[in-house]
């Protein structure tokens, strides 16, 4: 079936340290990774997405790595900083979800960022 | 500022009792969607919508409907909550290609006692 899921379900990291959040999808077919941000009291905020026909992607601070072979996406980031404290979730929107544009999450990693 | 507008943030109400949860957006998004988020289940989703007047059912839609009369606005209906509907709501929405992820609205915890 098709699941989205995190190895580490809890982060700790000290600030300045850069920070790896891991997470693993079952769907051979998915085309399409999103990695969100939630924050204490808020809804989920986009970080950085990547397609399939891609193996890294950078953004400010961040990288996404796909790892199509082992069925593996990563969220790293540089010089980790309190305000990063928060669930990370990486969310799938596969190949098979027709017009439904369906997002397949998992279940989360908690980031503390100490000081 | 482009965002997705939920109301009302907090609500308590009792068991029966009929209630809708609003949502609207100012992208002129086509897709619209209603996620809960529970603790160890993630986030589920209860129905979505293509288009105005084009809405289908999610994972968990049973206990909820929807409507989507203009495209700004998708209200989430409780017609019979009940205790097992307590959760944090949120709404969200993207653009018709999906690129770039979904924009989500604050959240609305709800309390069904």
């Known amino acids: 079936g098709e699941s989205v899921g995190l190895h580490l379900p809890t982060l700790s990291v000290q600030e300045g340290d850069n920070s790896i959040i891991n997470c693993a999808y079952s769907?051979?077919?998915?085309?399409?990774f999103i990695w969100y941000k939630q924050e204490s009291g808020k809804g989920p905020q986009f970080i950085i997405d990547i397609r399939s026909n891609m193996d890294k992607r950078q953004g400010q601070r961040v990288t996404v790595l796909l790892n199509k072979t082992v069925k593996h996406l990563s969220l790293q980031i540089a010089a980790t900083q309190p305000g990063d404290s928060a669930v990370y979730f990486c969310?799938?929107?596969?190949?098979?979800?027709?017009?439904?544009?369906?997002?397949?999450w998992g279940l989360g990693t908690s980031l503390a960022v100490n000081p | 500022e482009a965002q997705v507008t939920q109301n009302p943030r907090y609500l308590i109400t009792v068991t029966g009792k009929k209630l809708t949860v609003t949502c609207s957006q100012n992208m002129n998004h086509e897709y619209m969607s209603w996620y809960r988020q529970d603790p160890g289940l993630g986030l589920r989703q209860i129905y979505y919508?293509?288009?105005?007047?084009?809405?289908d059912k999610g994972d968990v839609p049973e206990g909820y409907k929807v409507s989507r009369k203009e495209k700004r606005n998708f209200p989430l209906i409780l017609e019979s909550p009940s205790p097992n509907q307590t959760s944090l709501y949120f709404c969200?929405?993207?653009?018709?290609?999906?690129?770039?992820?979904?924009?989500f609205g604050s959240g609305t915890r709800l309390t069904v006692v």
């Open positions: 969310a799938e929107n596969g190949a098979n979800a027709g017009n439904n544009r369906k997002l397949i």
């Open positions: 769907n051979s077919a998915s085309d399409y």
């Open positions: 919508s293509m288009n105005v007047e084009v809405t």
């Open positions: 969200a929405s993207s653009s018709g290609q999906g690129v770039g992820g979904y924009t």
